[in-house]
C-alpha cells in the first residue's frame, strides 16, 4: 500500500505565503512524477503544478507558485506566495507510483489539505 499524506495548509490573507508538502510512504519503490491538483467549490480539479518537464504551471499561478520535490524524502512541495483569493481551495497532491513488488505504475491521491485566502 501506497499512501500521500499532505500538509501545511491553512488560512492567510491576501498577498502572504504558504508552503505546502506532500509525502508519499509506504511501500514506495519509485516515483515517477509527483503534482498538485486544485478543486476549489463548485469547480472542476484542476492541475496547479507538475514537475513534468522541469515544472510547469497554469496560467493562474505562474511566477506566483513553485514546485519542488525531495526525491530522496518521497517530498513534494508547492510554494505559493502572493496568494488570492481566488486561490481558495481544497490542494491534492497526485503521483504516479511503482509499488514493492509491482508491475505496473499507479496513480496516486492524498486527502487533500484546505487552503483559505481572504481579501
Known amino acids: 500500500q501506497v499512501q500521500l499524506m499532505e500538509s501545511g495548509g491553512g488560512l492567510r490573507q491576501a498577498g502572504e505565503s504558504l508552503t505546502l508538502s506532500c509525502v508519499a510512504s509506504g511501500e514506495v519503490f519509485s516515483i515517477r512524477v509527483m503534482d498538485w491538483y486544485r478543486q476549489a467549490p463548485g469547480k472542476q480539479r484542476e492541475l496547479v503544478a507538475t514537475n513534468r518537464g522541469g515544472g510547469n504551471y497554469a496560467d493562474s499561478v505562474k511566477g506566483r507558485f513553485t514546485i519542488s520535490r525531495d526525491s530522496a524524502k518521497n517530498t513534494v512541495y508547492l510554494q505559493m506566495n502572493s496568494l488570492k483569493p481566488e486561490d481558495t481551495a481544497v490542494y491534492y497532491c497526485?503521483?504516479?507510483?511503482?509499488?514493492?513488488?509491482?508491475?505496473?505504475?499507479?496513480?496516486?491521491w492524498g486527502q487533500g489539505t484546505q487552503v483559505t485566502v481572504s481579501s
Open positions: 497526485n503521483a504516479e507510483v511503482l509499488g514493492m513488488g509491482a508491475l505496473r505504475w499507479r496513480n496516486y
